[in-house]
């Protein structure tokens, strides 16, 4: 599966599309006072998202300065070779020649009449038949967004979650593998935990499922991502659908991660900090195997009223 492409298929079905994501995804755990709580009262717990093992994570930027040159009045080189970046995919290369001379030229140019040049500029690379002129406006209007127009709230909403996105948001890590060596020694306790395998085919929280993209490197600008999430929007639009665009770069704010964690294999259930959204069944659960005798007889009891499968698994 290409994650990217199943993030905006979600997003362009208002994320009410059927779950595309592995039948079982699994929780590593140490035995801790949380245990039984989390299974009898079957719920996921959404950790804060500074609380995480990834210092990184959900970390975002405002930095208007980066994309605004305020001396000249004009978007500056970064803001503009990003514009371009967006539309590079769903245009010809040798449309792309000239980028770094559009940069310049808008770098420099009158306010007045830089929309129009930039509109002509983007219509020589954007897709056939598409308007590129509310493209620019809309980049403009973020640009300059004023965060006391009410007009604005929806924008104020979607900055706001970013800006306070490590405090705010909380997730529920899971993993499509039970067999990571990495996992077992640093989330279930050097195998003397356990590993829940959840089934995610029949849970009814399955559309709030998203997938991890792992990256060599994270735009955590706010403002250039939102740029890119409404560029796909209007290209997938002005194209009525025909032109699949990417609009998840917002989303993506919190999905990505850098390489280095690539073997996680994670996908994430994202929502308020500290939540307790209700947990998908369990089908079994695997124990460690330097998990001591007393938490497995434990486990095992539990298993047994519940009717879950226990696998104790061999060094």
């Given at each position: 599966?290409?994650?990217?492409?199943?993030?905006?298929?979600?997003i362009q079905l208002n994320n009410q599309c059927p779950y595309e994501g592995p039948k079982s995804l699994f929780k590593y755990r140490?035995?801790?006072?949380?245990?039984?709580?989390?299974?009898?009262?079957?719920?996921?717990?959404?950790?804060?998202?500074?609380?995480?093992?990834?210092?990184?994570?959900?970390?975002?930027?405002?930095?208007?300065?980066?994309?605004?040159?305020?001396?000249?009045?004009?978007?500056?080189?970064?803001?503009?070779?990003?514009?371009?970046?967006?539309?590079?995919?769903?245009?010809?290369?040798?449309?792309?020649?000239?980028?770094?001379?559009?940069?310049?030229?808008?770098?420099?140019?009158?306010?007045?009449?830089?929309?129009?040049?930039?509109s002509k500029q983007l219509k020589n690379a954007a897709p056939t038949n598409i308007d590129t002129a509310p493209i620019v406006k809309?980049?403009?209007?973020?640009?300059?967004?004023?965060?006391?127009?009410?007009?604005?709230?929806?924008?104020?909403?979607?900055?706001?979650?970013?800006?306070?996105?490590?405090?705010?948001?909380?997730?529920?890590?899971?993993?499509?593998?039970?067999?990571?060596?990495?996992?077992?020694?640093?989330?279930?306790?050097?195998?003397?935990?356990?590993?829940?395998?959840?089934?995610?085919?029949?849970?009814?929280?399955?559309?709030?499922?998203?997938?991890?993209?792992?990256?060599?490197?994270?735009?955590?600008?706010?403002?250039?991502?939102?740029?890119?999430?409404?560029?796909?929007?209007?290209?997938?639009?002005?194209?009525?659908?025909?032109?699949?665009?990417?609009?998840?770069?917002?989303?993506?704010?919190?999905?990505?991660?850098?390489?280095?964690?690539?073997?996680?294999?994670?996908?994430?259930?994202?929502?308020?900090?500290?939540?307790?959204?209700?947990?998908?069944?369990?089908?079994?659960?695997?124990?460690?195997?330097?998990?001591?005798?007393?938490?497995?007889?434990?486990?095992?009891?539990?298993?047994?009223?519940?009717?879950?499968?226990?696998?104790?698994?061999?060094?």
């Amino acid at each position: 599966m290409n994650k990217i492409e199943y993030l905006n298929k979600r997003i362009q079905l208002n994320n009410q599309c059927p779950y595309e994501g592995p039948k079982s995804l699994f929780k590593y755990r140490p035995f801790d006072e949380h245990i039984f709580d989390m299974l009898e009262n079957r719920y996921l717990y959404l950790c804060p998202a500074e609380k995480l093992d990834d210092p990184t994570e959900c970390i975002t930027s405002l930095d208007i300065d980066k994309i605004y040159n305020v001396d000249k009045d004009s978007m500056s080189e970064r803001m503009v070779d990003s514009i371009m970046r967006f539309i590079k995919p769903y245009s010809k290369e040798r449309d792309f020649e000239n980028a770094s001379i559009i940069a310049k030229t808008l770098a420099t140019m009158d306010p007045s009449n830089r929309s129009e040049y930039m509109s002509k500029q983007l219509k020589n690379a954007a897709p056939t038949n598409i308007d590129t002129a509310p493209i620019v406006k809309s980049i403009e209007e973020l640009q300059n967004l004023d965060l006391q127009d009410e007009k604005t709230d929806q924008l104020k909403w979607l900055i706001g979650l970013a800006i306070n996105a490590r405090q705010k948001i909380g997730i529920c890590s899971l993993s499509e593998n039970n067999d990571i060596d990495y996992m077992w020694k640093n989330y279930a306790a050097d195998s003397s935990g356990y590993c829940i395998e959840y089934d995610m085919e029949h849970y009814e929280g399955n559309k709030d499922i998203l997938p991890v993209i792992y990256q060599d490197e994270r735009e955590t600008n706010i403002i250039i991502q939102l740029v890119g999430s409404f560029i796909g929007q209007m290209i997938t639009g002005f194209s009525n659908g025909q032109i699949a665009a990417d609009k998840s770069h917002f989303i993506r704010l919190f999905l990505t991660k850098y390489k280095k964690w690539e073997y996680q294999n994670e996908w994430r259930l994202i929502g308020e900090a500290n939540g307790k959204p209700s947990a998908p069944s369990v089908r079994r659960i695997y124990l460690g195997k330097n998990v001591v005798d007393e938490n497995k007889q434990k486990m095992i009891q539990y298993a047994d009223k519940n009717k879950i499968e226990v696998v104790i698994l061999k060094g």
